[in-house]
């Protein structure tokens, strides 16, 4: 086999290792899942804010969720397997996420010199994703194992006693943390994969940053009023523990007439 390189007796150019495609794939499987849970997480805050609008509003998202509307009698396990699927989805995007964790006090070092040296607000931004992401290992894991296991403890009376009773520093640092990462997450998968590209790539970063910063801040605003609104109920019913909600027209004799919307074939609580 005469080849120009042999010709010339030199050694045969060693083959270049093929670049793997796999960082790349875990790349993009960790914008997937970000996107998924950050949009998870704004239909969960209007689903928890439902408070505000009255107990009624909140018993009702959450017999929604537990099949009331379909079967005729609530199946709280329906909310474990939506929590079980959240929660493979988080563990699976944590694990994916800390491949890009400073891992050693020179990393860490390194990093915390080059954002001094830079400061440059995206480079900023992603320090305090990677240690609001820290916090939610173990925050929203001990958040996520809760409504796992005791999915049909949800409710106007019972969040409220569960929020009241202690798990409200959890959900306030929770809170800040999960709106932070997500908020700041979103811009980034926005810019990375350019999105929202215009004629002007510095206008449409500086937008975009705007836009994070305003849902960010309405996503905090409404969860410190949910979780006022929490914690002002749970002290109503402080003597009266393990108290459940039910709403007027389900009460036995019931106090109202059904809402307007109630459908007729649901005949009192079957719970
Ligand atoms: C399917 C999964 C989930 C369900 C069913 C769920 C359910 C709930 C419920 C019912 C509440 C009201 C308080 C209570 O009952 O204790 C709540 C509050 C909260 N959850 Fe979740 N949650 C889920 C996932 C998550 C995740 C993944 C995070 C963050 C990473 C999170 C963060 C929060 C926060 C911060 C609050 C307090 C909200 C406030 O009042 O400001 N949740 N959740």
């Known amino acids: 086999m005469s080849t120009p390189a042999n010709a010339l007796g030199a050694a045969p150019a060693p083959a270049r290792p093929r670049r793997s495609l796999w960082p790349a794939r875990l790349d993009l499987a960790q914008s997937l899942s970000g996107l998924v849970l950050g949009l998870f997480m704004w ?18 998202i959450t ?13 709280p396990i329906l909310v474990s397997f939506v929590v079980a699927f959240v929660f493979v989805l988080f563990i699976a995007h944590a694990a994916l996420a800390v491949r890009k964790f400073p891992i ?4 860490y070092r390194a990093y915390r010199d080059h954002m001094g040296m830079m400061r440059h607000e995206d480079t900023t931004l992603w320090w305090w994703q990677v240690a609001t992401g820290f916090a939610m290992f173990f925050l929203a894991s001990a958040h996520l194992y809760q409504m796992l296991m005791n999915p049909g403890l949800i409710g106007p009376f019972e969040s409220a006693e569960r929020v009241w009773r202690g798990w409200w520093p959890l959900y306030l640092v929770l809170l800040f943390c999960v709106e932070l990462h997500g908020g700041i997450g979103l811009y980034r998968l926005a810019v990375k994969w350019n999105w929202f590209a215009g004629s002007d790539d510095n206008a449409t970063r500086r937008n975009l940053k705007k836009l994070k910063w305003a849902l960010s801040v309405f996503f905090i605003v409404l969860g410190l009023a949910t979780l006022a609104a929490y914690m002002k109920t749970g002290y109503q019913n402080r003597h009266v523990p393990g108290v ?5 027209w389900l009460t036995n004799p019931p106090q ?16």
């Open 244 to 248: 459940r909600y039910t709403p007027a």
């Open 63 to 75: 017999k929604m969720f537990e099949g009331y509307f379909f079967f005729g009698t609530a199946y």
């Open 104 to 107: 050693s006090y020179r990393q």
């Open 43 to 60: 239909g969960h805050m209007f689903f928890v804010s439902s408070i505000l609008l009255g107990y009624d509003a909140m018993w009702t």
């Open 256 to 271: 109202a007439a059904p809402p307007a919307w109630w459908p007729s074939w649901l005949k009192g609580d079957k719970r």
